[in-house]
């Protein structure tokens, strides 16, 4: 069964840092595109980052750009996302997604994970 499952979730203060995983299982990432989501109550899921299948491509939103580094290690069939000067506006459920297709920032991955919760306040 293939699965996705992301870790790293927690409740940060303004300015801090979070390194969330996103580790799969029942099939190897080597050759899928990863892409990061996230989801604010009330509002859609908004495309953070994404990565290529073997990592020389990454795109950033411009919302997290400069904060946010994605990265991938295929050999622990896992992906990262390192989160620095975290703002209030970043409190999101978090999102991996795997695909085979270039989909990038477009919520149209066909593997998701549940995603995990982040939180930014003082």
């Known amino acids: 069964q293939l699965q996705l499952v992301e870790s790293g979730g927690g409740l940060v203060q303004p300015g801090g840092s979070l390194r969330l995983s996103c580790a799969a299982s029942?099939?190897?990432?080597?050759?899928?595109?990863i892409g990061w989501f996230r989801q604010a109550p009330g509002k859609e899921r908004e495309g953070v980052s994404c990565?290529?299948?073997?990592?020389?491509?990454?795109i950033y939103a411009d919302s997290v750009k400069g904060r946010f580094t994605i990265s991938r290690d295929n050999a622990k069939n896992t992906v990262y996302l390192q989160m620095n000067s975290l703002k209030p506006e970043d409190t999101a459920v978090y999102f991996c997604?795997?695909?085979?297709?270039?989909?990038?920032?477009?919520?149209?991955?066909?593997?998701w994970g549940q995603g995990t919760q982040v939180t930014v306040s003082s």
């Open positions: 997604a795997a695909d085979r297709r270039y989909w990038c920032l477009r919520p149209a991955y066909d593997y």
């Open positions: 990565i290529s299948s073997r990592g020389g491509s990454t």
């Open positions: 029942g099939f190897t990432l080597d050759y899928y595109y």
